[in-house]
């Protein structure tokens, strides 16, 4: 069974980087696309981005100049920094894999890690 | 890109049923078939409920369904249950390749 669990700071000064860890075990991240998923505190989910296993990546238009993913293989882990942080940012934050199946990827979230809280505050 | 819209909550007795709307525009929905619903009970993480628009994964009840016409989805519950109380959230592809999710409903039984 493909389990996800995200790891990272939970307090943010803001103007700094958030950084955060998603570890994927049961399962090899090659041949899939990762995500990252927030939701503030009783608010809606917001998608941020996702990275191929290859290392290619697309980003949420409103976010983009601040986000980064990355991917290490080798340790089946994909990590987000966010830069420039506000309260806004302040969030739960979610792991999610994309499925693919062969050469081919679709537009769902299969497996979610459960959340790490992010607070923005100096 | 903007969030799909969702009413913010729907309510239904046990044993009725409820539908969920998703409206996007000709850059989302409209345009693809791809279209997703999550459940996502307090304080837990959402769960895939439906892909490709009406398709369910392997252990959704088949009181779940959903459809699609022009740029607005729909998730309907069919014999409303005491633990699908929840919160539901559509996403769709876009023509950007991104994804988008709705605002969220909250679902309440009587």
């Known amino acids: 069974q493909v389990q996800l669990q995200e790891s990272g700071q939970g307090v943010v000064k803001p103007s700094e980087t958030l950084s955060l860890t998603c570890t994927v075990s049961?399962?090899?991240?090659?041949?899939?696309?990762w995500n990252w998923i927030r939701q503030p505190p009783g608010k809606g989910l917001e998608w941020i981005g996702y990275?191929?296993?290859?290392?290619?990546?697309n980003y949420n238009p409103s976010l983009k100049s601040r986000v980064t993913i990355s991917v290490d293989t080798s340790k089946n882990q994909f990590s987000l920094k966010l830069s420039s942080v506000t309260a806004a940012d302040t969030a739960v934050y979610y792991c999610?894999?994309?499925?693919?199946?062969?050469?081919?990827?679709?537009?769902?979230?299969?497996?979610w890690g459960q959340g790490t809280l992010v607070t923005v505050s100096s | 890109q903007s969030a799909l819209t969702q009413p913010p909550s729907v309510s239904g007795s046990p044993g009725q049923s409820v539908t969920i709307s998703c409206t996007g525009t000709?850059?989302?929905?409209?345009?693809?078939?791809?279209v997703s619903w999550y459940q996502q009970p307090p304080g837990t993480a959402p769960k895939l409920m439906i892909y490709?628009?009406?398709n369910r994964p392997s252990g959704v009840p088949a009181r779940f369904s959903g459809s699609k016409s022009g740029n607005t989805a729909s998730l309907t519950i069919s014999g409303l249950q005491a633990e699908d109380e929840a919160d539901y959230y559509c996403?769709?592809?876009?023509?950007?390749?991104?994804?988008?999710f709705g605002t969220g409903t909250k679902v309440t039984v009587l």
């Open positions: 999610a894999r994309g499925y693919c199946s062969g050469d081919s990827c679709y537009s769902w979230f299969d497996y």
């Open positions: 000709s850059s989302d929905v409209g345009s693809y078939n791809r």
């Open positions: 490709d628009v009406s």
């Open positions: 990275i191929y296993y290859t290392g290619t990546t």
């Open positions: 049961g399962g090899s991240i090659s041949s899939y696309y």
């Open positions: 996403s769709s592809y876009t023509s950007s390749t991104t994804y988008v």
